[in-house]
């Protein structure tokens, strides 16, 4: 899975192919005709409406791969961190990373490709943060 170019319609597939589900069910659930479900099978995107269903439908969370991408390609900024809740400033101290962004960056590290150093630059993750995910493997 490439986190950073997501192909949501061939993720959508194998999800529908892991579960077996038949295309007269997924036509009838999601209301649409068979061939227009064969065209979200060759979708880069889709619409969110019809994600959600998918979602619903697959019992899967595909907005992960779009969260993972923005926590790895658009990470925000110290600044971005704060809230203003009642006139006062509440800083959250703690970003959450999902298991397959944890994964993926452990796959970068492990394979070579990346050094921890290169990760923390890259993606301005804690040093603690990645240390701490190293320790655990």
Same mark, same amino acid.
């Given at each position: 899975?490439?986190?950073?170019?997501?192909?949501?319609?061939? %993720?959508?597939?194998?999800?529908?192919?892991?579960?077996? $589900? +038949?295309?007269?069910?997924?036509?009838?659930? %999601?209301?649409?005709?068979?061939?227009?479900?064969?065209?979200? #099978?060759?979708?880069? +995107?889709? &619409? *969110?409406?019809?994600?959600?269903?998918?979602?619903?439908? %697959?019992?899967? &969370?595909?907005?992960?791969?779009?969260?993972?991408?923005?926590?790895?390609?658009?990470?925000?900024?110290? $600044?971005?961190?704060?809230?203003?809740?009642?006139?006062?400033?509440?800083?959250?101290?703690?970003?959450? #990373? *999902?298991?397959?962004?944890?994964?993926?960056?452990?796959?970068?590290?492990?394979?070579?490709?990346?050094?921890?150093?290169?990760?923390?630059?890259?993606?301005?993750?804690?040093?603690?943060? %990645?240390?701490?995910?190293?320790?655990? $493997?």
């Amino acid at each position: 899975m490439n986190i950073k170019n997501i192909h949501i319609g061939s %993720l959508v597939r194998s999800k529908v192919e892991e579960h077996q $589900i +038949s295309i007269e069910r997924i036509s009838r659930f %999601l209301n649409r005709a068979e061939d227009e479900i064969e065209m979200m #099978y060759h979708a880069r +995107s889709m &619409d *969110t409406e019809v994600l959600l269903k998918w979602c619903k439908l %697959l019992k899967f &969370d595909f907005f992960r791969f779009y969260t993972s991408h923005l926590i790895l390609y658009a990470p925000q900024s110290r $600044i971005d961190n704060t809230a203003i809740q009642k006139g006062k400033a509440m800083v959250f101290r703690k970003s959450i #990373y *999902t298991q397959e962004v944890k994964d993926f960056i452990l796959e970068k590290i492990d394979s070579s490709t990346m050094t921890a150093n290169d990760v923390v630059e890259r993606y301005k993750i804690p040093k603690t943060t %990645l240390y701490k995910w190293m320790k655990k $493997i």
